[in-house]
């Protein structure tokens, strides 16, 4: 009996000592999406926000063509929890992507046309994000697409 | 009837919705992206605004600008990093403020300058005026004591009149073109345009060029002392260098205006020329006070020829020493040395021609020593008689003695002695 006291005792100072602070409720939001020229190498460089990562991989995962790229500007949009919503023109899909120790990891790609947007524009419309594109909305979050509006 | 005309406009409700809902579908960057469009746009018409009119339609621009947003002002709040929507909106009406007092200024520099330019105006007729008159009285009055104190009194009052003139011009570039004062800074196209238009409006190059005319025809009618142009020289220097700032400047706003480039030019050779007539007027008038005594010297107008013409004049004059009569000798002596060297010459005008570095202290040595030989050279005639004198009684002296000793000796008789 006595050792199971001690037992609990330790197991509860071990609890406490190894939990993660965490600050609750954080709204990462960007009030307006940022719309990015990509430089010559395939980078993009976001003053407001202090973000830069390479483009190519994005483009040869969406075109199949890591030259893509040139002459393409990239909107951005990071919603509330903190994922970033990254579309271009002639894009079929919406790249939703989480930071994580220096690095974007594709968290989800939704599918939101089959012939590619024209003119798409993301907006922010909490807890979703807006995705347009010629009249047509759609309301999305990290996990996919939660309407759609006509 | 009226229920069908209801389904008509109910239709047209729908069909109008419809065409309105998908342009409800607007980007949210968009409308940020047009907002600082239309704020940059208004910032910029502030800046170029001409006239306070065109800058008070901007209030206006602003309010619509306020109207057409305000439905994004949360978006815009959030959007507009560092500012917000009222602060932009407040950024604009505060650049339009103070704007605003720009064109208060100008407009006050403007009404300044009207002033300033109507009394050039006024002082050019006045100055014209003054000249013509003393001119009159030089060639007519100059004998009559009464009217050589008019004289003076329309010389003094011209003299201020034109330094006053002067002033004026100055004050008006400087009130026109602060500017051009600010700096090495370059001027833009613009700025030179703009101060090309204020000069011409304010004929400055022709009232700059006036006054120099003004000036040397003053030098010209009048007949200065040496305090008069110690005084217009501190005045020459002053708008010299005015004109040396201002003239660079000018020069290259006029750069390509060919018929204004030579006004530039012609007001660069008027101030040669009035520097030119004040060093002459010193040497003008030295000649008119030997003139004015009947001492008539060829023309000298500068420190060496001076000497030059005063020394061959003495030369001569010690040449004729015995030639003429001694009263004639004598005469142009005094004339020359006692009522105009000594008198007028020397206390007045040397000292100025030393102090202008016009003539050199060896030169004034020369001169005074050329007049003393003279004067020395003329002394003995004058006592010649005495000389004569003193030879006379010397010789009738040596001529008594000589016969005196020369004499034969008679004896003297001898006296019978007396009997007794």
Redesign the interface.
């Known amino acids: 009996m006595k050792l199971i006291k001690t037992l609990l005792l330790l197991s509860l100072i071990i609890t406490v000592a190894c939990s993660t602070l965490i600050v609750k409720p954080t709204d990462f939001a960007w009030p307006v999406e940022t719309v990015l020229k990509i430089n010559d190498d395939g980078k993009v460089t976001e003053d407001r926000y202090a973000i830069k990562f390479n483009t190519k991989g994005i483009f040869y995962e969406e075109l199949n063509d890591s030259s893509a790229f040139k002459n393409k500007e990239l909107r951005i949009l990071r919603n509330m929890n903190g994922y970033y919503f990254i579309i271009s023109k002639q894009f079929k899909n919406i790249y939703v992507f989480e930071a994580d120790n220096g690095a974007l990891v594709l968290e989800n790609k939704i599918p939101v046309s089959e012939t590619g947007l024209e003119n798409p524009a993301l907006n922010q419309r909490e807890p979703y994000v807006e995705l347009i594109n010629d009249g047509e909305k759609l309301l999305l979050t990290n996990d996919g697409i939660y309407r759609i509006e006509k | 009837m009226k229920q069908l005309n209801l389904i008509k406009c109910m239709s047209a409700l729908v069909v109008v919705a419809g065409i309105a809902?998908?342009?409800l579908?607007?980007?949210?960057?968009?409308i940020?992206q047009k907002f600082k469009q239309r704020y940059h746009q208004i910032e910029k018409d502030i800046q170029s605004a001409d006239s306070l009119t065109e800058l008070n339609s901007l209030i206006v621009e602003i309010d619509r600008l306020r109207n057409d947003n305000i439905e994004h002002k949360a978006?815009l709040d959030?959007?507009l990093?560092p500012d917000n929507f009222d602060k932009s909106l407040e950024k604009l009406k505060t650049h339009l403020v103070i704007r605003n007092q720009d064109f208060t200024t100008i407009d006050v520099l403007q009404i300044d300058n009207l002033q300033l330019k109507e009394q050039v105006d006024a002082l050019n007729k006045r100055n014209t005026e003054l000249i013509n008159q003393i001119q009159q009285y030089e060639y007519t009055s100059k004998r009559n004591s009464k009217k050589v104190v008019e004289l003076e009194k329309l010389v003094t009052q011209l003299k201020s009149s034109l330094k006053r003139r002067d002033e004026l011009i100055v004050g008006i570039v400087d009130s026109l073109i602060p500017q051009l004062n600010k700096g090495s800074g370059q001027l833009t196209s613009e700025d030179k345009n703009n101060v090309y238009s204020q000069v011409e409006k304010n004929d400055v190059l022709s009232n700059v060029k006036r006054s120099l005319q003004d000036n040397i025809r003053f030098i010209r009618v009048t007949t200065l002392e040496p305090e008069d142009l110690n005084e217009i020289k501190n005045q020459q220097e002053k708008f010299s260098k005015f004109w040396k700032d201002m003239g660079i400047k000018l020069t290259d706003i006029y750069s390509g205006k060919n018929k204004k480039t030579k006004e530039l030019k012609d007001i660069d050779s008027l101030f040669s020329l009035w520097n030119e007539s004040v060093a002459n007027e010193a040497w003008t008038n030295i000649k008119v006070e030997f003139a004015y005594n009947g001492i008539h010297l060829i023309d000298f107008n500068n420190g060496e020829k001076f000497t030059s013409v005063i020394t061959s004049f003495i030369d001569d004059e010690i040449k004729n020493i015995g030639v003429k009569s001694p009263e004639e000798s004598e005469n142009a002596y005094a004339m020359f040395s006692d009522s105009t060297w000594f008198k007028v010459i020397n206390p007045k005008w040397i000292p100025y021609l030393l102090e202008s570095k016009m003539l050199s202290r060896e030169q004034k040595k020369s001169i005074d020593a050329k007049i003393a030989d003279w004067n020395a050279r003329l002394t003995p005639a004058s006592y010649d008689w005495v000389y004569i004198l003193v030879a006379v009684l010397a010789v009738v002296g040596v001529g008594f003695m000589y016969r005196k000793r020369t004499s034969p000796k008679t004896k003297e008789p001898e006296k019978p002695p007396v009997e007794s």
């Open positions: 809902i998908p342009s579908a607007q980007s949210d960057y968009e940020v978006l959030k959007s990093y």
